[in-house]
T-cell receptor
Framework: QQQVKQSPQSLIVQKGGISIINCAYE??????FPWYQQFPGKGPALLIA???DVSEKKEGRFTISFNKSAKQFSLHIMDSQPGDSATYFC??????????WGAGTKLIIKP | DADVTQTPRNRITKTGKRIMLECSQT?????MYWYRQDPGLGLRLIYY???????NKGEISDGYSVSRQAQAKFSLSLESAIPNQTALYFC?????????????FGPGTRLTVL
């Protein structure tokens, strides 16, 4: 019940396309859902996060869509650029407890 | 200067050796974490500390120990390293501000156990 399942494991998208990464969870007590971005040789860094009281949050080309009834959330990257090539992790937590992490998605944007 | 630093950045050692990885932070955060990252497995929590006197085991603590020497310092030890501990290790910090648990990561330590 503590797991966060992330898919796909890897994704190749053409420049200018839309990248979509999905995550699913079981624990309905989760109340914070962040996405982290990791470039090679670096630690992960927070990209965007959402609370379950909203269904969507947008920051620039990055959007989180949240479906509380389905217990799923996804990251959409619009107009994907080669600089977006990175590994993306979803995560979840409740009551400010520690984060439960997805397994990661390696995204490659082809020029 | 980096807010979260880790030393060493790379380490090659032999089976059975004791290894210490160090983490320092200048963010003033109370909470610190140690993770290991393996391809296809994501980030797995080894230990976490919510303040100097509070240390907790994470998902994969066996074979590891930690020490929280001060608010700013959190060390991870492998008492007797084994090859399957070869991984990328990250330290992270966080502060419960406004109800969010944003974690800030160091640059990582790549550890190879031969």
């Amino acid at each position: 019940q503590q797991q966060v399942k992330q898919s796909p494991q890897s994704l190749i998208v053409q420049k200018g396309g839309i990248s979509i990464i999905n995550c699913a969870y079981e624990n309905t007590a989760f109340d914070y859902f962040p996405w982290y971005q990791q470039f090679p040789g670096k630690g992960p860094a927070l990209l965007i996060a959402i609370r379950p009281d909203v269904s969507e949050k947008k920051e620039g080309r990055f959007t989180i869509s949240f479906n509380k009834s389905a217990k799923q959330f996804s990251l959409h990257i619009m107009d994907s650029q080669p600089g977006d090539s990175a590994t993306y992790f979803c995560a979840a937590s409740y009551s400010n407890y520690q984060l439960i992490w997805g397994a990661g998605t390696k995204l490659i944007i082809k020029p | 200067d980096a807010d979260v630093t880790q030393t060493p950045r790379n380490r090659i050692t032999k089976t059975g050796k004791r290894i210490m990885l160090e983490c320092s932070q200048t963010k003033g955060h109370d909470r610190m974490y140690w993770y290991r990252q393996d391809p296809g497995l994501g980030l797995r929590l080894i230990y976490y500390s919510f303040d100097v006197k509070d240390i907790n085991k994470g998902e994969i603590s066996d074979g590891y120990s930690v020490s929280r020497q001060a608010q700013a310092k959190f060390s991870l030890s492998l008492e007797s390293a084994i090859p399957n501990q070869t991984a990328l290790y990250f330290c992270a910090t966080s502060d419960f501000t406004g109800g969010y648990n944003e974690q800030f990561f160091g640059p990582g330590t790549r550890l190879t156990v031969l």
